[in-house]
């Protein structure tokens, strides 16, 4: 499994499921105050479960196929957000790009993580470590991703992102930075696929796991980091800013 080597691998448009969620709320208090049966209520909110099932039922897919072959995920590239740090965790081993991180933003917008990807850090990682993930959508970077032993081996990249250039052309700025990423995305790929080959034919024996995982954060220290995220007042130096 392997997808671009893209500087963010977004899991989703967060601003259209909020566009939904904001519509959906307020069709429920309209039919709420109109006394539509709980029944119809619910289902205002088939949009969610059917999204919720395409990455469930993605998981299903690929456990059942890892009980024939080892699966391999790729993780190149920069940081996966929701979605798309859950789809590489339905793999048995991971390779990542030494850029890349994972973090399950869903933390940050009210919502929890539902395509697996849990359960899958839990597997991996460790009871203390999903928790970490799951409670604070901090990003964990890819030292640190193989420390808790959710990437079993890191390639060193040691060349940076294209940047989008400023001519004073946006046309012709973007057709540039495209060529760029493609450029990229397969240097990097010729990096990254051979390491996945690699682990995807090795004897069991020879796939890197870590012997002892580390923590990120446990008891009070979780306890402080959620804390200290879920204040308003550690954002303020943003306020105004857009």
Known sequence: MCGANDPVHAGGDLKESLEK???????KKEKEKAGAPAKEIDQLYDWADRRLEKGIGLHSR??????????????GGGTRFGGSAEIPLMADVLVGD?????????AMIGLLPGWSGIARA?????LENARYMALTGKEVRADK????GIYNLVV????????????GDPKADKAAYAEALE????????????????????????????????TLAKGAELSEEVRRRSDPQTYAHLFGNR
């Open 122 to 126: 839990l597997v991996k990682a460790g």
């Open 145 to 148: 991703l193989k420390a808790i």
């Open 98 to 106: 030494s850029r890349s991180g994972m973090c399950f933003s869903e």
């Open 62 to 75: 690929i456990r059942r196929l890892a009980q024939h072959l080892r699966v391999v995920a790729v993780c």
């Open 183 to 214: 450029r990229h995305d397969e240097e990097t790929g010729m990096l990254l696929l051979p390491q996945g080959l690699e682990l995807a034919t090795c004897p069991p024996e020879e796939v890197p796991s870590v012997t002892q995982r580390a």
């Open 21 to 27: 969620l904001d519509k959906t709320l307020s069709t």
């Open 156 to 167: 060193e990249v040691t060349f940076n992102f294209p940047k989008m250039p400023k001519t």
